[in-house]
């Protein structure tokens, strides 16, 4: 799927910069995140945050303890 995120590397701040399988690249901004609560409230640990990985069986960007982004959401939010 063209959603899926083939790599993920961090920028600076909470900006990662992200590439999907259909060759979109770009700068994903995820510090709105912090405000989401519930799980995302994490990532007010800007080490925990740190701690991002791609999950290779389902594509998304992932942290430990099962918490994960949508791709989708990820797509929409990468500026080129």
């Known amino acids: 799927m063209y959603y899926d995120i083939k790599e ?13 399988a259909d060759g979109k690249k770009g700068i994903a901004d995820l510090k709105d995140f912090v405000n989401k609560g519930g799980l995302f409230e994490k990532f007010s640990d800007f080490n925990y945050f740190l701690k991002f990985y791609v ?4 594509f998304v960007l992932s ?10 959401s ?3 939010s990468v500026k080129l």
């Open 8 to 20: 993920a590397k961090h920028i600076n701040d909470y900006k990662i910069e992200i590439t999907f």
């Open 55 to 58: 999950d290779k069986e389902l």
């Open 63 to 72: 942290w430990p303890e099962g918490l994960d982004i949508a791709p989708e």
């Open 74 to 76: 990820v797509y929409e």
